[in-house]
């Protein structure tokens, strides 16, 4: 979801909403209240950036969201008088397209659903319902802050699970670690190993989201000119995505990360840019380490 299609939009409701979105994250930008937004987005890991700002925005309270149908089709009724909660949704349009094939040069037509545009729809948070209990939802596993044992034994598993070699190494007094896309190698800064585990986690998390980032063609050399924009997308992603994906592996770091992402994300249309890719690494650093986890439990 781009914000200049939205921005753009032919549908005033569209604009109008892009509008308060934008002033909403602006004041999130000025108050730098990362965790609240890191936090919806591991939460809500199946809406975009920009919905996931508009839940927050809108209900900071909520927990699980879904629309009236879906409500109704789970035994649960929205209270009388609640307010939904307005997100973009894509309007999808069937065409008919024709296309040459190309070893027999016969044409051929069919039906497909194409994205024409966008319009605002409104979601019900769990707590504005009533009526048939549901399951559990998902938790955060990361409750527990400074859990030295999970983040011992989440180390353990990123290390063996890491698509490139980790070494240990004598770097600069200031640098804990470094991926070098040359070498499709990470290094880890000899110091770092007196310190506790939470930081090691933090460290090679943020390290191998760089290295998946450049595998998913997320991020390209031009970061590692220091001072540039290129530079500063490549470390909020990684510091983004290494902070999400601690969390729902059983352990927080956000202390460590606040200010470093404050840094780089000062614009709205970046931040949404970014976080797009934030999700997504995020997701394989997840996929990563419990792909490893179920191979060990086999």
């Not at 927990?63 to 307010?83: H, I, P």
């Amino acid at each position: 979801m781009k914000l200049r299609e939205l921005r753009n939009s032919k549908n005033e409701k569209v604009r109008e909403l892009y509008s308060k979105l934008v002033e909403g994250v602006k004041e999130v930008l000025a108050r730098a209240d990362w965790r609240e937004f890191l936090d919806f987005l591991a939460r809500f890991r199946k809406y975009s950036p920009a919905n996931t700002a508009l839940i927050l925005l809108q209900k900071p309270d909520a927990t699980r969201v879904a629309g009236l149908k879906t409500w109704n089709s789970l035994g649960r009724r929205v209270k009388r008088g609640e307010k939904g909660i307005a997100i973009f949704a894509p309007t999808l349009r069937k065409v008919r397209v024709r296309e040459t094939d190309p070893e027999t040069g016969e044409e051929r037509e069919h039906e497909e659903e194409r994205l024409v545009g966008f319009h605002v729809t409104h979601m019900f948070d769990v707590s504005q319902t009533e009526g048939k209990p549901l399951p559990e939802a998902p938790r955060l596993r990361g409750e527990v802050r400074g859990d030295e044992e999970a983040a011992r034994e989440l180390f353990g598993r990123l290390l063996a699970a890491s698509p490139v070699p980790v070494e240990w190494a004598t770097l600069d007094v200031d640098t804990r670690g470094l991926y070098v896309p040359a070498a499709r190698r990470i290094y880890l800064a000899r110091a770092l190993e007196r310190a506790s585990w939470t930081l090691k986690v933090r460290v090679l998390l943020h390290e191998l989201a760089h290295a998946l980032a450049f595998a998913m063609k997320l991020d390209g050399l031009e970061y590692r000119t220091v001072g540039g924009e290129g530079y500063a997308r490549g470390e909020a992603i990684a510091e983004g995505a290494a902070y999400i994906a601690a969390r729902l592996l059983g352990v927080d770091t956000f202390g460590m990360s606040t200010e470093y992402i404050a840094a780089y994300v000062r614009q709205t249309e970046k931040l949404f840019d970014w976080a797009e890719a934030v999700q997504k690494v995020a997701e394989a650093l997840v996929s990563l380490a419990e792909a490893r986890e179920g191979r060990e439990a086999a």
